[in-house]
């Protein structure tokens, strides 16, 4: 596929006015469509826009490489993020959008937490649901206290707890407004995801378009 090419989307024009638009991430074999109803709850009445990860592992889409399970293709994962970036930029003229917020889930979560890092410009914060540390040696970044939700689970046996809380301090020490949260939960979403991400979105007026 072209990287100039729109990545396949689905986008939902907002409903009420004065929100952000949300980036729907899925996570390893989701689609477009995954996050939509999460979306729609967190954010009722907010744009949504949800594209499919362009790289496939055994059939299932992500958003990048990975060579293991958490061990990660790094030159993959940079040129993934930029060609997601420039997708969300694309998306921003298209359909008339501000600076969305990224909410992405495990393999979603990890590229929003590499755009934060390589293009802080394009988002206008993040939820990082069950995230690790996306770069062994991140870059540095300025992200001038862009608001970010870190949500782990603490029974998570794909995430090891450090690694989310290494991902939390890379991004604190690049400036960003981060509240990292840890559910009793494994790596799936539950209600108490839903709850945290909605009351987190709620408490955050300033991130209204
Ligand atoms: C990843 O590959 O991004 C993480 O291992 C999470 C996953 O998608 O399973």
């Keep these: 596929m072209n990287a100039l090419e729109p990545f396949i989307h689905r986008f939902e024009p907002a409903t009420a006015p004065g929100q952000a638009p949300l980036l729907l991430l899925h996570g390893t074999g989701g689609d477009e469509s995954d996050l939509l109803p999460f979306g729609l709850a967190v954010a009722p009445g907010a744009g949504l826009l949800s594209p499919r990860g362009r790289t496939l592992e055994?059939?299932?889409?992500?958003?990048f490489r990975r060579l293991a399970e958490g061990v990660f293709d790094e030159e993959d994962l940079t040129r993934r993020t930029h060609e997601l970036a420039d997708f969300v930029e694309w998306a921003r003229a298209e359909y008339r959008l501000p600076a969305p917020i990224a909410l992405g889930f495990s393999n979603g979560a990890n590229i929003a937490a590499a755009m934060l890092l390589l293009r802080p410009e394009v988002l206008s914060g993040a939820v990082l649901l069950r995230a690790m540390s996306p770069f062994e040696k991140p870059p540095a970044a300025v992200l001038d206290g862009k608001p970010v939700l870190i949500v782990s689970g603490s029974f998570d046996p794909i995430i090891p707890e450090a690694n989310a809380a290494r991902l939390a301090a890379t991004l604190v020490g690049a400036g960003a407004a981060v509240a990292h949260r840890s559910l009793p939960t494994?790596?799936?979403?539950s209600q108490a995801d839903l709850r945290l991400v909605r009351d987190w979105l709620a408490e955050r007026p300033a991130l209204a378009a």
């Design 58 to 63: 055994a059939g299932m889409p992500r958003f």
């Design 186 to 189: 494994g790596h799936g979403l």
